[in-house]
């Protein structure tokens, strides 16, 4: 056991050598490191805040319809110098990048990162009661047009239905009387035939 104590007291004598390559810790130097860096961070986050602007516009919907199928079966040759613009993908001018697919696009312009870049937060402005009631109102109002819309059409389209029927019920009548002409005629040669006429035009002695 003395022989253990020697040789652990021999090791640590060895370790304060100065030819020692081994990493020491010293606990103050990091501590002091460790509080520059959380006071950089802290002052960076105060700059940002003071840098990013007060108000921003609350989250509003699309005016425009986005653009997904324009591309879709056509074929763009690409080189090194094509403007990342015209190369393959969905390119955003807002945040200058290309994303790969529809979905992710999709994903990408509703994300907070591109609402940032136009200026607007992720807030949605809360409708007051009269903005709701003027709302239903103006549903209303469209639901009615459509109706009245559909109801003309409805009206034109039996108009037009009729009107073909009408033509229908015209021609069959042309052709009922252009029938009973033409069987009044033979009635007419059948009576002159049986009363020994020959016709009733001239006839040669």
């Known amino acids: 056991m003395a022989h253990h104590g020697a040789g652990s007291s021999g090791s ?3 370790s304060m050598r100065p030819d020692d390559h081994r990493r020491k810790w010293d606990r103050e130097e990091y501590e002091r490191l460790a509080l520059e860096r959380l006071r950089e961070e802290i002052s960076a986050e105060e700059n940002d805040k003071l840098n990013e602007p007060v108000h921003r516009a609350l989250l509003k919907r699309r005016e425009y319809k986005v653009d997904l199928d324009s591309k879709l079966g056509k074929s763009v040759v690409i080189t090194k110098n094509t403007p990342a613009s015209q190369s393959g993908g969905y390119y ?3 945040c200058d990048c290309v994303v790969k697919d529809s979905i992710n696009f999709l994903d990408h312009i509703n994300g907070k990162k591109h609402q940032r870049n136009l200026g607007m937060s992720m807030k949605v402005e809360r409708s007051t009661v009269d903005q709701v009631k003027g709302r239903l109102e103006m549903l209303k109002k469209k639901k009615e047009e459509k109706k009245k ?3 003309i059409e409805q009206k034109l389209k039996e108009l037009g ?3 073909e029927k009408l033509k229908e019920y015209r ?3 042309r052709k009922e009387r252009k029938r009973k002409h033409e069987d009044d005629q033979e009635v007419d040669e059948d009576m002159a035939a049986i009363m020994g006429f020959s016709g009733f035009g001239s006839s040669k002695k």
């Open 92 to 94: 955003c001018n807002v």
């Open 161 to 163: 239905e009729e009107e």
């Open 12 to 14: 640590s004598s060895a």
């Open 149 to 151: 819309e559909y109801d």
């Open 171 to 173: 021609k069959e009548k």
